[in-house]
T-cell receptor, first 112, second 116 residues
Framework: DQQVKQNSPSLSVQEGRISILNCDYT??????FLWYKKYPAEGPTFLIS?????DKNEDGRFTVFLNKSAKHLSLHIVPSQPGDSAVYFC???????????FGTGTKLQVIP | DVKVTQSSRYLVKRTGEKVFLECVQD?????MFWYRQDPGLGLRLIYF???????EKGDIPEGYSVSREKKERFSLILESASTNQTSMYLC???????????????FGPGTRLTVL
């Protein structure tokens, strides 16, 4: 049973435009959410996170929005750059426990 | 800089063979994790360890075992490899005693295992 879902396996965006990656979750106990980025032949690296007490967190070109009532979060990248082309994983955990549940991933391609 | 290394980038084994995947981290992290990554399924936790000789099952432990004899090293063992264990295996580590907010997981580059 997939508790964290990314329904778009892939996304193509023109350079300079906004990329929006979506993530849905089913476990209402999740209270902390993360995004990881993965390039081919490398391990995932942490990108940005948000606590359930917030609805938005911003870090440079990256913003994560959380809608708790809809159990939905999204990652916005503005402006998108070719170097952003990677697979993005959404992840969640509850209670500070070290175990994290990952989503299925979305492959983003930013076209120059 | 945190460094997590995995012994092999690519590995090809035969069905029934015993397979060892090694992971080493150099940041004195207490927690270590093994995941597998499959298309359409994302990253799934196989096992994790929060201390030497301590381990806990993740979401998909069947067919796998682990060993943590030293703090820096976490091994994943496939006792009798099967074709459905063909996958990308990723190791990760982080500090203990902190909630996840303060220290996210650091991943190795992965081992692509093919079982024929």
């Amino acid at each position: 049973d997939q508790q964290v879902k990314q329904n778009s396996p892939s996304l193509s965006v023109q350079e300079g435009r906004i990329s929006i990656l979506n993530c849905d979750y089913t476990n209402s106990m999740f209270d902390y959410f993360l995004w990881y980025k993965k390039y081919p032949a490398e391990g995932p690296t942490f990108l940005i996170s948000i606590s359930s007490i917030k609805d938005k967190n911003e870090d440079g070109r990256f913003t994560v929005f959380l809608n708790k009532s809809a159990k939905h979060l999204s990652l916005h990248i503005v402006p998108s750059q070719p170097g952003d082309s990677a697979v993005y994983f959404c992840a969640a955990n509850s209670g500070g426990y070290q175990k994290v549940t990952f989503g299925t991933g979305t492959k983003l391609q930013v076209i120059p | 800089d945190v460094k997590v290394t995995q012994s092999s980038r690519y590995l090809v084994k035969r069905t029934g063979e015993k397979v060892f995947l090694e992971c080493v981290q150099d940041m004195d992290h207490e927690n270590m994790f093994w995941y597998r990554q499959d298309p359409g399924l994302g990253l799934r936790l196989i096992y994790f360890s929060y201390d030497v000789k301590m381990k806990e099952k993740g979401d998909i432990p069947e067919g796998y075992s682990v060993s943590r004899e030293k703090k820096e090293r976490f091994s994943l063992i496939l006792e009798s490899a099967s074709t459905n264990q063909t996958s990308m295996y990723l190791c990760a580590s982080n500090r203990a005693g902190t909630i996840l907010r303060e220290d996210t997981q650091y991943f190795g580059p992965g081992t692509r295992l093919t079982v024929l």
